[in-house]
């Protein structure tokens, strides 16, 4: 279900694009055809007032779902190789009054979604699409527009739909937490023959090499990023679409340079913080330097202790030379290692260049929890696993480069320090993935009650074919 929720996300972002005035002339041309007048739903939904049925598969709140909008998304689900099996029209219509649910009960709650961020998130995407067909001309023409300001305005309204829906769910389940005792309850209800197969885990270490780049391409990376700081300064240029056309940063790229948040112990660079801390609303920061590259930074929002910035990462280009003296450097490091010179975890803290893991003998932490260990089935990196799986345990890797878009090149080397073997689930060995198990579910209950108590008071209104289905939800509400 994980790949059609996405498939399904992906679809309404990207694909559904055309539909918005297509959609528009389906109804009329079938109200004409059809002159079925209906009344006025309710004082709340105004706009919908003599909106015929037909074409019409469901209305939640004031959002009308289309039964065009359930075809086109089907058919694409098939011809992305979804089963007929996995996805029904009845699930995809109760998936998209769920999003138009959740978007409804934002407005209502006041959650507010910034047009600055809406529209960072509509760049981001038009940049790929212009990068995969290779003009605007292309994109609008697959799209069936007939101009780019139409185009942006039918995105915007999906972006903002879906990330007021993101921000009620987020809402809804922020303050869900369980105590150790529903962990340990929530375990002993599963059937000792369902219990969860935990599969072979690994703990990796590594050692890392950072050759560093000229002074006169430091100094290109902070002249760019000083242009870009008078161009929103002194031109009032937007700090979040020069984010997405340039940071190198892919984690707040799409976001227009955005992290919202971030407090004195969020996990960031010390300098990050500084500069977040230091700067007023709307100030832009001096060039900086962090482990990751060179930054300017701005802050959006402040909120008591936290803050809502944007920022823009560049990383100067390291030349060919830097790059074989660091990859000799580190076929030395593995090479003392190997001759009992050093232990892995003596080499990582007297040599490697990456402070998050030199203190640590080298040891690497799964990005999912933090912990120390990365399930081989379900590897957080591709690229990761892929340095891996042929590594024997306690065999040193050759020297292995990594252009990692956020921290730059590197050459480093890789050891498999601990092996643990497909086994079924312990409450003391792996009580951290229960406690997530367990988590999980709690959240899940909150939403489902929540969205009971939502649609009873709510306007509902859903077609009579969409009577037939045996939705999740009481969306007919028997």
């Given at each position: 279900?994980?790949?059609?929720?996405?498939?399904?996300?992906?679809?309404?972002?990207?694909?559904?694009?055309?539909?918005?005035?297509?959609?528009?002339?389906?109804?009329?041309?079938?109200?004409?055809?059809?002159?079925?007048?209906?009344?006025?739903l309710?004082?709340?939904?105004?706009?919908?007032?003599?909106?015929?049925?037909?074409?019409?598969?469901?209305?939640?709140?004031?959002?009308?779902?289309?039964?065009s909008?359930?075809?086109?998304?089907?058919?694409?689900?098939?011809?992305?190789?979804?089963?007929?099996?996995?996805?029904?029209?009845?699930?995809?219509?109760?998936?998209?009054?769920?999003?138009?649910?959740?978007?409804?009960?934002?407005?209502?709650?006041?959650?507010?979604?910034?047009?600055?961020?809406?529209?960072a998130?509509?760049?981001?995407?038009?940049?790929?699409?212009?990068?995969?067909?290779?003009?605007?001309?292309?994109?609008?023409?697959?799209?069936?527009?007939?101009?780019?300001?139409?185009?942006?305005?039918?995105?915007?309204?999906?972006?903002?739909?879906?990330?007021?829906?993101?921000?009620?769910?987020?809402?809804?389940?922020?303050?869900?937490?369980?105590?150790?005792?529903?962990?340990?309850?929530?375990?002993?209800?599963?059937?000792?023959?369902q219990?969860?197969?935990?599969?072979?885990?690994?703990?990796?270490a590594?050692?890392?090499?950072?050759?560093?780049a000229?002074?006169?391409e430091?100094?290109?990376?902070?002249?760019?990023?000083?242009?870009?700081?008078?161009?929103?300064?002194?031109?009032?240029?937007?700090?979040?679409?020069?984010?997405?056309?340039?940071?190198?940063?892919?984690?707040?790229?799409?976001?227009?340079g955005?992290?919202?948040?971030?407090?004195?112990?969020?996990?960031?660079?010390?300098?990050?913080?500084?500069?977040?801390?230091?700067?007023?609303?709307?100030e832009v920061?001096?060039?900086?330097?962090?482990?990751?590259?060179?930054?300017?930074?701005t802050?959006?929002?402040?909120?008591?202790?936290?803050?809502?910035?944007?920022?823009?990462?560049?990383?100067?280009?390291?030349?060919?030379?830097?790059?074989?003296?660091?990859?000799?450097?580190?076929?030395?490091i593995?090479?003392q290692?190997?001759?009992?010179?050093?232990?892995?975890?003596?080499?990582?803290?007297?040599?490697?260049?990456?402070k998050?893991?030199k203190?640590?003998?080298?040891?690497?932490?799964?990005?999912?929890?933090?912990?120390?260990?990365?399930?081989?089935?379900?590897?957080?990196?591709?690229?990761?696993?892929?340095?891996?799986?042929?590594?024997?345990?306690?065999?040193?890797?050759?020297?292995?480069l990594?252009?990692?878009?956020?921290?730059?090149?590197?050459?480093?080397?890789?050891?498999?320090?601990?092996?643990?073997?497909?086994?079924?689930?312990?409450?003391?060995?792996?009580?951290?993935?229960?406690?997530?198990?367990?988590?999980?579910q709690?959240?899940?209950?909150?939403?489902?009650k929540?969205?009971?108590?939502?649609?009873?008071?709510?306007?509902?209104?859903?077609?009579?074919?969409?009577?037939?289905?045996?939705?999740?939800?009481?969306?007919?509400?028997?």
């Amino acid at each position: 279900m994980d790949k059609i929720k996405y498939v399904i996300t992906l679809y309404l972002i990207l694909l559904c694009l055309g539909t918005g005035k297509a959609q528009e002339e389906q109804v009329a041309e079938k109200n004409e055809a059809q002159a079925t007048d209906v009344s006025m739903l309710t004082d709340s939904i105004n706009t919908f007032k003599r909106v015929k049925i037909d074409g019409v598969a469901a209305v939640v709140g004031e959002h009308l779902i289309l039964e065009s909008d359930i075809d086109k998304t089907l058919i694409d689900l098939r011809n992305q190789g979804v089963s007929a099996d996995e996805v029904s029209r009845c699930g995809l219509l109760g998936k998209l009054m769920e999003d138009r649910l959740f978007a409804h009960q934002a407005v209502q709650d006041s959650i507010l979604v910034a047009d600055d961020e809406v529209n960072a998130n509509s760049d981001a995407q038009i940049e790929q699409l212009v990068g995969k067909v290779g003009s605007i001309e292309k994109v609008l023409a697959f799209y069936k527009k007939t101009d780019e300001e139409s185009f942006r305005e039918e995105l915007y309204k999906i972006n903002k739909l879906r990330m007021l829906s993101e921000r009620m769910q987020r809402k809804i389940v922020e303050e869900v937490e369980v105590t150790p005792e529903e962990v340990r309850q929530y375990f002993n209800e599963i059937p000792k023959d369902q219990r969860p197969i935990i599969g072979t885990e690994l703990e990796i270490a590594q050692i890392t090499k950072m050759p560093e780049a000229s002074e006169e391409e430091v100094q290109k990376v902070i002249d760019r990023l000083n242009k870009i700081r008078e161009d929103v300064l002194e031109n009032g240029s937007s700090f979040a679409i020069k984010a997405i056309l340039y940071t190198e940063d892919p984690g707040s790229k799409p976001n227009g340079g955005l992290y919202s948040g971030v407090t004195k112990q969020s996990g960031y660079a010390k300098e990050f913080k500084d500069a977040a801390f230091t700067l007023a609303e709307g100030e832009v920061s001096e060039p900086f330097k962090t482990q990751f590259g060179y930054h300017i930074l701005t802050v959006d929002k402040i909120l008591g202790q936290q803050r809502d910035v944007r920022h823009i990462l560049m990383i100067p280009k390291i030349s060919d030379e830097a790059l074989r003296a660091s990859k000799m450097e580190i076929d030395s490091i593995r090479q003392q290692i190997i001759d009992g010179k050093y232990t892995f975890a003596e080499a990582a803290l007297n040599f490697s260049d990456q402070k998050e893991t030199k203190f640590d003998g080298g040891q690497l932490r799964n990005p999912i929890d933090y912990g120390s260990r990365f399930e081989l089935a379900n590897m957080p990196d591709p690229q990761l696993y892929n340095q891996i799986r042929n590594l024997k345990d306690n065999e040193i890797s050759q020297p292995l480069l990594e252009e990692d878009p956020r921290e730059g090149t590197s050459y480093k080397i890789l050891k498999i320090t601990n092996r643990y073997d497909e086994h079924v689930a312990d409450f003391a060995k792996d009580y951290l993935k229960i406690q997530d198990l367990a988590l999980t579910q709690k959240r899940a209950d909150a939403i489902a009650k929540w969205m009971k108590e939502h649609i009873e008071e709510t306007y509902i209104s859903v077609s009579t074919t969409g009577k037939d289905c045996d939705f999740s939800n009481n969306w007919l509400k028997n």
